[in-house]
């Protein structure tokens, strides 16, 4: 018998990497998992030799409507949610300057391998349009804060208690990856511990 017999368990991000293997470590305990991506056919196979796992549903986590369809589905097939794992997460996205910020380290890298003084300034703020800022923070922090919405919402409802998981990174504390990356990291801690003292 799995410690998580009898849990209804929803997973975002579940397409791949960490996320995939949080819904086979929950499944494998005994959770009914809702297996969470943008895309279908990767959540479809996430689910694969777990039978007893719920369902997999495509979407886009920073789109509130989206995240409560997904939530509402849920409460609908199983009456609840004991786990919430917000694991969706992107680095870079288009118009975000990753690419140039990356030339310009290439260049800066270059000069000092000749012995020179760089003349090429390499910060990756500079060239980061609105959108490319905005596409991260909404998948990153927008889309934690969604699916924590609604979760939160069924489970005062039912007057219960349960689990929400916010994944973060290292990068939250150390500055290390893109600005965009960075301060939506943070945000989950921070947004994380307001929660967690409501």
């Known amino acids: ?27 494998s305990e005994g959770a009914t998992v809702v297996a969470v991506d943008l895309n279908l056919s990767a959540v479809e196979e996430t689910l694969q030799g777990f039978p007893q796992s719920g369902m997999a549903l495509a979407c886009n ?40 910020y990356m030339q ?28 490319g800022w905005l596409a991260v923070m909404n998948v990153n922090i927008n889309g934690t804060f969604y699916f924590c919405r609604d979760v939160l919402k069924v ?9 929400i998981i916010n994944i973060s990174s290292t990068s939250a504390l150390n500055g290390e990856g893109g600005a965009h990356y960075c301060a939506s990291k943070a945000a989950i801690v921070s947004y994380t511990q307001s929660a967690a003292l409501a």
């Open 1 to 27: 018998m799995g410690r998580l017999n009898n849990k209804i368990a929803i997973v975002t991000g579940a397409g791949q990497g960490i996320g995939r293997a949080i819904v086979q470590t929950l499944a």
């Open 61 to 100: 986590v920073g789109n509130s409507a989206e995240v409560a369809s997904v939530v509402s589905k849920v409460e609908a097939e199983y009456g609840r949610v004991d786990v919430l794992v917000n694991n969706a997460g992107i680095g870079q996205a288009p118009n975000d300057g990753s690419d140039l």
């Open 104 to 131: 310009r380290l290439g260049a800066r890298a270059e000069a000092f391998a000749k012995g020179e003084t760089p003349t090429v300034f390499a910060d990756h703020t500079i060239d980061m349009q609105d959108d």
């Open 155 to 163: 489970m005062s409802r039912l007057n219960q208690t349960g689990s």
